[in-house]
């Protein structure tokens, strides 16, 4: 694969990367990580059977005394959009992203994701669920037939309810890791929560490594790709705090893909089927890969074969992990587990919510007229990826790539937090433009940030403070935080208003 045209090619060069005190920014990242770290052991998830961790007189009153609970929120609150800014100011002091910027960003990410490694989970219960998954293999059932629903102590687990009679959406990979992880913890949460995290960190790492690799590729600015991505509150609190095995199947998917873009095909295509292993999701690397391997001005006839041999490898390893493990195929049928809810902030979501309600209101059946709506977003998803994988240029295809992935995840019902952060990197990569580009992931942030802290709290239930009150205080304290930082702070308020090309050379950067 050849280098594209640069995308940030216009930003300054200079020898004084560190003139705006970058540190100041890592410092105060670290305070608001370090207050987020604090807030969770008050509001983040805590297993019932973590006896040990709930008998902490300090960790006894913030989760069960009212006042306790209030001042987890609003410290949760403060460290996440604190965090936030440090990212804005550091992105900021950074001028001409030169080679010095290199050891500052690292320095971030490390003092950004160390009191995270710490916290309890935040923003999402799926480690828990990995537990109990695990929990599922290790009794010899089929976690693509049964749900962790008949893992008797599930719920003191902590696992969601919501998803206990499900199918387990992960691939085979996954599914040995989680097993691991339980039969060497013998399913304790604490300790098994802490094996996740360094499994995470893994992902973590190899996306620190590979990203500004990817980018130099495209001749895009590599710190300046690593500080959108892995300096990223949305990646840090997604892969570190929450604990997403997300984090690794990024972080082989991007090994994979520089693999293939630096003519390994074979070694590229069995480390992204082990992405895939973690979460099928990644099979949308497998045409691009195939294109890579057959090069740049191939024929027809051999773009078809590659893709043939790229999928026969790829579903080959599959298929031999399938007859190990003995469940075959049987992820294939979970894929549509986390497709079947949806959220108000996702278009199709919406559209698919005010189509149900003028349906209802006329009498018709609303839901079937949702699943309509639903079923044209999956197949216009289906046709801009055929679309891309048909046409366009050779050295823009891990571009073509990224812009595959949005529209599987855009067009969705349900978009999480970490859909996101799967789009980031391969955008950081191929060139993320100071201008509307970037603002809309300056405002990306901010809004998947805000809408973290007020969703997932772990608020006791038999106080005065309701969930619904704590999750309008985390509300309010972040939203009042992020307008300050649109409209008041004198250093970020100019980032989401005014132009790239008015603003004094570096300013922005």
Known sequence: MTAQVPADASQPRTDSALAGRPNVAVVQGFVGSLLMMIGSYGVGWLSLASVELRRIPVIMWMRFEPAGAVVSVLILALGGMLLVRSWLRLGQRLHGWGPESRPVILRAVVAWGAPMCLALPLFSRDVFAYIAQGQVVLSGLNPYVDGYSQISNYLQIGADDMWAQSPTPYG???????????????????????????????????????????????????????WLTAANPLFLINFIASIHNDALMIGLALWGLYLAATQKPLRAIVIVTLSIAIKPITLIFLPFIG??????????????????????????????????????????????????????????????MVVMILADALGFDGQAFTDVVYLLGRITSLAIIGWLMFTGEHSRLVRRLALAFAAIVFLAPMIQSWYVVWLIPLFAVTGIRNDWQVKTLYFMVSFFMIYAISDQLDIFPYFELSLTVARQVAAVVALGFASYLVFLDPKTKILFRKRYETLAAGELH
């Open 172 to 226: 085979p990979l996954f599914l040995w890791i989680e097993a691991l992880v339980v039969g060497s913890t013998g399913g304790q949460p604490d300790f098994s929560i802490l094996l996740f995290r360094l499994i995470a960190i893994v992902g973590v790492a190899l996306c620190v490594y590979y990203v500004p690799k990817l980018a130099e590729l495209h001749g895009v600015n590599p710190n300046r790709a690593l």
């Open 291 to 352: 294109l890579m391997w057959a090069g740049k001005g191939a024929s027809w006839p051999r773009k078809f074969l590659y893709w043939g041999l790229t999928a026969g490898i790829s579903f080959g390893i599959l298929w031999v992990m399938g007859m190990i493990n003995g469940f075959g195929f049987g992820w294939v049928g979970a894929l549509s587990t986390p497709g079947s809810v949806w959220i108000w902030y996702a278009p199709i979501g919406f559209l698919g």
